[in-house]
């Protein structure tokens, strides 16, 4: 294998250009060639490629975002499209590719090799946390990190006017963010699928914390929870207990957004290496994870599947420490 290809696509995440430079510089030092695909499956199919060297990636380890770019791309979820991105990979000359991203990613990648028979490896970059096959996703620490400080932030507020916070945090299909950010605020209640907090249960949480002398209280809500997000609960909460006074804040991309975190940096140059070296020895199909404090590879089809029954040692904490 000579030449590899790499892109990042989907939601960006902090860490991603830590993973880009760690399959750049893994390609070069083995003495293959890189060529950087900007816009993510689009750029696949557009044909938007670009030579990367070793210096092309200096000084982006620290960066947020991601310097490839990303984009939807409804042209590659058909045959055509990705028969298209083939053609384009095979003009160029390349051997192999890098995915960076989440589940969508992951997916088309999948699709891609079972029809085209392309390498394929991927990382799992994506601040939702939700992919099998690895204990942590890229990004994920570093969301983490931003939601807690910005929680703290609000709570002296609700501690100084005795006001319930609802604080969305995104998390479509899962509640890793909500929960774990819960559990590091001292949140009162954590609405997510996992939990099965309903609204009841909910006012009767908050009734309690308020008989026990609690002064305020933050409620995290997961951007994907059954009832709604932050504003459709809280509308409900009052519906039920008007007598709280009542506050939102939804944190929203901020959450993608500001320079990675020490674990996502050493994270994504971990498996930035390990990723390059399985295309580069032969393997496919396959998604390079964290698991156990190693790197493991986990095959598509697996690390796709939503790993939300990983979460119920976080819901049960996050029960009893909020009393």
Known sequence: MKKIAVL?????????????????RTAVYHEAEVV?????????????????????????LGRGGTILKSARCEAFRTEAGRAQAHANLLRHEVDGLV???GNGTLTGALHFNRETGFPVVGLPGTIDNDLAGTDYTIGFDTATNTVVEAVDKIRDTADSHNRLFFVEVMGRDSGFIALQTGIATGAVAVMTPETGITIENLVEILDKGQASNKTSSIVMVAEGHPEGGAFEIAKKVHAISSHYEIRITVLGHL?????????????????????TEALLDGKTNVMAGFVNDAVAFAPFETAINNKTQSLQDEVRIAQILSI
């Open 8 to 24: 990042t696509s989907g939601g960006d995440a902090p860490g991603m250009n830590a993973a880009i430079r760690a399959v750049v």
């Open 36 to 60: 950087g695909v900007f816009q993510g499956y689009q750029g696949l199919v557009d044909g938007d490629f670009k030579r990367l060297h070793v210096r092309s990636v200096a000084k982006i």
């Open 99 to 101: 995915v960076i991203g």
């Open 255 to 275: 959450q993608r957004g500001g320079d990675p975190s020490c674990f996502d940096r050493v994270l994504a140059s971990r498996l930035g290496v390990a990723a």
